[in-house]
C-alpha cells in the first residue's frame, strides 16, 4: 500500500506542477500565434526529425534495458506489471493539462472546430480558411 501511495502522491505532484507550468506559458502567450510553442510545433511539422527521433528511441531502449538488467526482480513481468504503466500514466499526466484547455476550448469555441469540408471555422466568415 505504500508504493500505491507514493506512485499516487507522485501522479499528484506531476500534474499540479505540469498545471502551473501550462498556466505560466499560457499567461506569457507561448501558445498563441507566432509564440514559443507555436514556433516548435511549425518547426516539428515541416522538417524531417527521423534521425532525432532513431536517437531518442534507441537511448530510451538503452536505459529501459538498463532498468530492467539492474532493479532486482523476480521476473520480466514485474517490471512490465509494475514500473511501465507507472512510466506511461506519468507521461500522461504530464500533457494532461493542455488537453484539457484544448478539449474545454472546443466544447466553448466554435473556432476550435473543423467545418463539414475540413475547414477550421472562421470567426467572420463560414470557415473557408
Known sequence: ???TYMALAIGIVIFLVTCVRFYLLLRKGAYREGGSKDRVRNRFE???YMPVVIVASTGLVL?????????PSDSIEDLHLIYFPLIISYM????LPEQLVLIYCK?????FN????????????EGHH
Do not use: C, H, Q, W
Open 107 to 111: 466544447l466553448r469555441f466554435k473556432a
Open 1 to 3: 500500500m505504500n508504493f
Open 114 to 125: 473543423f467545418n463539414s469540408r475540413g475547414y477550421l471555422y472562421d470567426p467572420e466568415g
Open 92 to 95: 500522461m499526466i504530464f500533457v
Open 46 to 48: 515541416k522538417s524531417d
Open 63 to 71: 536505459l529501459i534495458l538498463y532498468a530492467i538488467r539492474t532493479i
